[in-house]
C-alpha cells in the first residue's frame, strides 16, 4: 500500500471537489492538483475558488464540495452547532502552521511608536504592549477605540489576536471594536481608516506593506510558534463512506505538503499561486513570505524566518487534538460558547488523527507518539510569551486566564470534564 | 395592493450587481413586500444593519462581505444589540436550494419559517432568472460573434478561390460535414490561417 497508483492504473481517477479560499495557504490544495500528487494517488482534484468561509461551509456541508480548506476552528465550530447549523466536518488532517500576522495602518503605527518605540520596534508579543498604551490614551482623551479586523468569527486570526492583546491588558471585547474584514478588502479598509489593524493570512499582510498601506508588527509564528492554521474539512458522513478514498485523499496532500517545505520548491509554488484563478497576486508579494523573508514596511528591518509558514515539518500536518482543544478553550474564553460539554470528546471526534495515522501508515512520513502535546512553558517564549497550555487539565488554563468573558460559568463545565 | 401584513417585514438585499439588484427588488415588491432597502456598497454593512434593523436579509454568494454577516451570531461590542441572527435552520434542501440559486439568508431569530418562505422563493426565483438571462445573453454574444467569423471566412474563400457567396458557404459548410466540425469551427481555423498567411 506504498502507493495508491500502483492499483489504479488504468482506472479513471476519482474526481473529488475541493473549494479553497485564495490564500497563501491553499498551496496544497492547488501543487496536488497542479503537479499531480493527486493523479498518482488515484484521485483528480477539481477546485473550485471560493469568495467566503460561509460559503465554504455551506458548500461543503451540502455536499456540493467533497473536502475544502478550512480555518482550523471552523469544523470545532461546526461541532457545537455555532454559526450557521451544518453537518459534522471532521478535519483527518492539518493543511498548514502559522502564515497570519497583524498589520496596522500607518497612523497607529505611529501611535505606537510615539506610545512605546522599544516595544513597537521589537514587535510579535511586545508590540501589543504599544498598543495598549494607545488604547488607554485614547480612553483618556475620550477619542474612538480602535478598530481591529479579523476574518471570521471561528478564526485562529480572531483568537490569537484576542491573545495577543489580552497578554498586554486589552480586553478585546470592550476596550476595541473587532470586526470582520474579508481578506481581499482589507487593504482597503487599512488605506481609508475603516480599521487599524488587522490580523489576516498572507498575501494580504505583504499586499498591505508592498502597497505602503500597513506595517506587520507580529507574526503569527512570533506569537505562538509552529500553531494551528489551516485543516482539510470533510464531512464525517462521507470520510465515513469512503475510507480509501480519504486515505489517498490524505496522502496526496501529505506528499504535496513535503514537497512545499523543500525550499527550493517554494518559489516555483509562488509562480503557480500567482495565477489568476488561484491567488492572483503578483509573484514577488507571494515569494517573500512563502520563502522566509517579510518586509514589514515603517522602516523596520525585513524578518528573516524559514517558519512563516510551514506545510509538512514538525508534524505540522498532524491534526493534534491539543489544538483543537485549546480552539475550545478560546471558544469558551471569549463567550462563543457557554452550554458545558465535554471537550475531550468533541476533539477526539473533529480532528481525526486515527484517520492520519492510518493514512500515511505506508508513507515515509513520522507520526508523533501522542495525540496532544503542551504548549510554552519553561519560559521560551513560544505560547504568547511565557505563557504555558496544558492539554491534561483546560479548565484550570482557563480558569487561569485574567481576562475572559465573565458571562461563562467554568465551574458548570466541571462535571462534564473530569 | 398589499393587504399581507408580512409587507412590513423590513428586508434587505446586498447584491453588488446592478442588474440582479434591481430584478430582485422588482420581484419583492410584486410579491407585496415593500419596506426593501438594496444595498451595492459593503463597506460599514454592519453600521447599515444596525441603523436598517433589518428582519431577513439577502446577499449573494459570489459577495465576500457574506463573511461579515457571520459576525451577526456572535455578541460583541460591535454587535451591541444580542439579536440571534439565523440563516433558515430549515431543511438541508432549502439550504441546498438557496446555494444553487447563488443566494443566501440571514433571517432574525424567532421570525416563523411560514413568513420567510415567500421571500426565500421569490429571491430565488429571481436570481435563477437572472442566471438564465445572463447565459441567454452571453449565448447571443457566442452566436453573433460566431456569425461574424463565417461571414469574415466566406469572404476570404470569395477573394483567393474566386466563388459566389454561396458556393463558399457551401464549400464550408461541406468541409465541416467530412469533418465531422462544426461551420463556425471550421470558419475560425480558415480565418486563423488566412491572419498567419498574411491575406
Known sequence: MVDAANGSAGIKPRDVHVGFMPLTDCAPLVVASELGFDRRHGLNLVLHREVSWANIRDKLGVGNFDCAHMLAPMPVAAALGLGRASDLIVAPMALSLNGNAITVSHRLYAEMLAADEAATRAGGMSAARAVARVVRARQQQGREPLTLGIVYPFSCHNYDLRYWLAAAGIDPDNDVNLIVVPPPLSVDALRTGRVDGVCVGQPWNSVAVSGGEGVIVATKNELWAMSPEKVLGVREEWAAKNPALVADLVRALVTACRWLDEPENRR???????????????????????????????????????????????????????????????????????EPFDLKALTERVFRTDLYRDAVAGLDVPVPASDAKREGGEADGRFFGAESFDPAAPLAYLAGLSIRNSGTDLAAFAPFNP | MPTNPDSSLKILVIDENPIRRAIIETGLAEAGFTAVTVLANTTR??????????????IDLENPSRDVLEQMFQVSRVVRRPIAMFVDKSDKSEIEAAIEAGVSAYIVDGLKKERVKPILETTMTRFRAFTRLQAELEEVKGALKERKIIEKAKGILMRRRGLDEEKAYELLRTTAMSQGRRIADVAQALVSSADLLGD
Open chain 1, 268 to 338: 516555483e509554488a509562488a509562480g503557480i499561486l500567482a495565477r489568476s484563478e488561484y491567488v492572483g497576486i503578483p509573484e514577488p508579494i507571494l515569494a517573500g513570505p512563502l520563502t522566509g523573508a517579510l518586509t514589514r514596511g515603517g522602516g523596520q528591518a525585513p524578518i528573516a524566518d524559514p517558519d512563516l509558514v510551514v506545510f509538512h515539518r514538525g508534524f505540522a500536518n498532524f491534526p493534534w487534538h491539543s489544538h483543537a482543544l485549546w480552539m475550545l478553550t478560546q471558544m469558551i474564553r471569549w463567550g462563543q460558547v457557554s
Open chain 2, 45 to 58: 454593512l454592519i453600521d447599515h444593519i444596525y441603523k436598517l434593523d433589518p428582519d431577513v436579509v439577502l
